[in-house]
């Protein structure tokens, strides 16, 4: 669920582990992009992902966005179910020029059944994720690429939207949580989970992976993740893994991470290294769901101590990242270490129909008809005068 993660940028920044060049953010987005469109930098490559996040984080914090960025997102899915990182022209077919990812298709999926009133597209979305399920019963970035822990992960939030089982949507055999179990590492490596095999087929730990692959364990996604009971932190090593055992392995090593300074780090080429994040909002919504919300107190603090400028650089899928995080872990996303994170999110996108623009639209409301019956004593001029100026934008 890093920010970064999204269409081809996320291909590449995810196997070196460093984060991609923020995005960033401004008060509205900028008139050359499409309306409805949260935030203001170029969403080629992480346009449907951004926009999803932004509509579930609102939804998690029962905020309700503009129908605009609603109708945006539904219009970038393809007939076949599937979504792109960004369809400049959605009133063009979908064609193989286009290309298509599991990622952008899950997160989507997952917002427009947030949203409610999709049913239709969701269900499309799903199936065509079903369609595309690896033999090992996970899922690449790209349909038909190696399975990774981040995709599939992403994937099963998607399928939790769904009244079947995650462990029963198969290839053959296998289920998704077979394909997660093969990317766990031993405790003698940490617990961790690994990104996918390196060339050498061998696993290394990975924090973004780790992270979502815990909550993924869980048969849940960044949509339906909620904090769990406390429960051990210790790492074991089972002859027969288990989802919940790896999942307990994985929450482990990331509380071991973020055990010394309240974050986790990421190097990027050149640099020393520095927080991350978006790893650590990530590594929040993972902790709580394994152990509570005070298994994530720790990386919790320290975001709402340092997060607010990286969130302001970052724009909306940061906002949103944050919002999970603190919905997750049972802060208040309104006042998190001073700042508005819902607020600071709907300020990058369409303005949210208000409350009298909602009930000029459904038709006369209950104080024109008082004003009504008042007309004959007050003047009927006069009142007309004033629901005009109420009707005003």
């Excluded at 053959?172 to 617990?191: E, I, N, R, T, V």
């Amino acid at each position: 669920m890093n920010v970064r993660r999204s269409a081809a940028v996320l291909a590449a920044t995810v196997v070196i582990g460093t984060a991609a060049p923020a995005v960033a953010a401004s008060p509205s987005p900028s008139p050359s992009l499409p309306a409805g469109l949260y935030g203001s930098g170029d969403p080629t490559y992480d346009g449907v992902w951004r926009q999803s996040f932004a509509l579930i984080a609102l939804h998690r914090a029962h905020a309700e966005p503009a129908a605009a960025a609603v109708a945006w997102l539904a219009g970038q899915q393809c007939e076949n179910g599937a979504f792109p990182a960004y369809r400049a022209n959605p009133a063009k077919a979908c064609d193989a020029k286009l290309t298509v990812d599991t990622n952008s298709t899950a997160a989507a999926a997952q917002a427009l059944s947030a949203v409610g009133g999709h049913g239709t597209a969701v269900t499309k979305a799903v199936n065509w994720l079903k369609s595309v399920q690896n033999k090992d019963g996970g899922w690449g970035f790209a349909p038909g690429g190696a399975s990774d822990a981040n995709s599939t992960s992403v994937v099963i939030g998607a399928l939790a939207t769904q009244d079947v089982p995650v462990s029963e949507v198969r290839a053959g055999a296998k289920s998704p949580y077979d394909a997660l179990l093969k990317l766990s590492l031993p405790c003698a490596d940490g617990g961790a989970f690994a990104y996918q095999p390196d060339k050498k087929g061998e696993l290394r730990a990975n924090a973004d992976a780790t992270a979502a692959a815990v909550v993924a364990a869980h048969g849940t996604g960044p949509l339906t993740a909620k904090a769990g009971t406390p429960s051990g932190s210790a790492c074991a090593d089972a002859p027969d893994l288990t989802p919940a055992r790896a999942a307990a392995n994985g929450a482990s090593f990331l509380a071991e991470a973020v055990a010394k300074d309240g974050h986790l780090k990421s190097a990027l080429p050149g640099a020393e290294d520095q927080p991350d994040y978006g790893n650590t909002a990530d590594a929040v919504v993972a902790l709580a769901v394994q152990g509570g919300p005070e298994a994530a107190r720790g990386p919790l603090t320290w975001l709402e101590r340092n997060s607010a400028k990286w969130a302001r650089q970052n724009g909306p899928a940061a906002y949103a990242q944050l919002i999970l995080a603190a919905e997750t872990a049972g802060a208040d996303p309104s006042d998190f270490g001073g700042t508005d994170l819902v607020k600071q999110l709907t300020a990058t996108g369409p303005a949210p129909e208000t409350a009298s623009q909602d009930e000029d639209d459904s038709g006369p409301s209950v104080w024109w008809t008082v004003g009504a019956g008042l007309a004959a004593g007050a003047g009927i001029g006069f009142l007309l005068s004033s629901r005009n100026k109420r009707k005003q934008p």
